[in-house]
T-cell receptor
């Protein structure tokens, strides 16, 4: 069955540290990949997405992610985090299931950035 | 652009009553809308997919008669939790796709349901 794995459930960093959040998926077909962020008390916002083309995609707020097809991975990175990046991050895959496309979410990674 | 709203943002109801949650696409026509449920500190779980004018498709384990979904227009879908019980307390999130926006889904702010 299609699934998305986020191996880091909780990450604690100091400001200015570099961030990398892992995301692996299991799906054999063409995928669309997304990272969403959910700030405390707010709704899901799209950080970035990959549909095709350059596997290194840049998103909002200095985030980027790299699609590595051979590893079924789509890791999220940011070179220098800020306190305001404290949030929960969800990786998602848009996969074809039962003749329609559905978003499958990972379990999420809760990031805490200490000032 | 691509804004999705939900109403209400928070609702408290008594056990046994029904609650309706609205999801609207404000600036595009949503051919498909999705309803998710999010438990505290957990990920989003897809409950059902609805296409405008068609019956909703429910995910395995989701009770169709309990969670009634209507997608009567291209800008509105409703989720009615019937005969609510405390275990139905959760965060319900809708998303919408369509209007030439491709496969991307746009999420509403969510509705927190508390059943007492």
């Amino acid at each position: 069955a299609q699934s998305v794995s986020q191996h880091n459930h909780h990450v604690i960093l100091s400001e200015a540290a570099s961030l990398e959040l892992g995301c692996n998926y299991s799906y054999g077909g063409t995928v669309n990949l997304f990272w969403y962020v959910q700030y405390p008390g707010q709704h899901l916002q799209l950080l970035l997405k990959y549909f095709s083309g350059d596997p290194l995609v840049k998103g909002i707020k200095g985030f980027e992610a790299e699609f590595i097809k051979s590893k079924f991975s789509f890791n999220l990175r940011k070179p220098s985090v800020q306190w305001s990046d404290t949030a929960e991050y969800f990786c998602a895959v848009n996969a074809r299931m039962d003749s329609s496309y559905k978003l499958i979410f990972g379990s999420g990674t809760r990031l805490l950035v200490r000032p | 652009g691509a804004v999705v709203s939900q109403h209400p943002s928070w609702v408290i109801c008594k056990s046994g009553t029904s609650v309706k949650i609205e999801c609207r696409s404000l600036d595009f026509q949503a051919t498909t809308m999705f309803w998710y449920r999010q438990f505290p500190k957990q990920s989003l779980m897809l409950m059902a997919t609805s296409n405008e004018g068609s019956k909703a498709t429910y995910e395995q384990g989701v009770e169709k008669d309990k969670f009634l979904i209507n997608h009567a227009s291209l800008t509105l879908s409703t989720l009615t939790v019937t005969s609510a019980h405390p275990e139905d307390s959760s965060f319900y999130i809708c998303s919408a796709r369509g209007g030439g926006l491709g496969y991307e889904q746009y999420f509403g702010p969510g509705t927190r349901l508390t059943v007492t």
